[in-house]
């Protein structure tokens, strides 16, 4: 079993900056793809960011909403996924869920969610 652990939401004005982690512990060797999802009050869940490891380089991709502001990050020494936000907006107002998948086509783990308010 994987276990994983957000920190970092909280209030921030608009155009301020957070830092989402994500750590994984358990079962796992590492993180073959790390996503962010963020859910907003009457909204379905969607996918912010992604990253995803090859042999050479990681794959990352963004949601239009957000590239350019936000950037997803790991430390594969930690298990730990990371979500930089800057310039935030009022619309970025949501609760922020980490997904993690170790293996490729197996098994994805999520976070409990942190709650993230841009507002002034």
């Known amino acids: 079993q994987v276990q994983l652990v957000e920190s970092g939401g909280g209030l921030v004005q608009p155009g301020g900056s957070l830092r989402l982690s994500c750590a994984a512990s358990?079962?796992?060797?590492?993180?073959?793809?790390g996503r962010w999802y963020r859910q907003a009050p009457g909204k379905q869940r969607e996918l912010v960011a992604s990253?995803?490891?090859?042999?050479?380089?990681?794959?990352?991709s963004y949601a239009d909403s957000v590239k350019g502001r936000f950037t997803i990050s790991r430390d594969n020494a930690k298990n730990a996924v990371y979500l930089q936000m800057n310039s935030l907006k009022p619309e970025d107002t949501a609760v922020y869920y980490c997904?993690?998948?170790?293996?490729?086509?197996?098994?994805?783990?999520w976070g409990q969610g942190t709650q993230v308010t841009v507002s002034s």
């Open positions: 990253i995803t490891s090859s042999s050479y380089t990681d794959y990352l």
């Open positions: 358990g079962n796992i060797f590492r993180i073959y793809r």
């Open positions: 997904n993690v998948q170790p293996v490729a086509g197996g098994s994805e783990y």
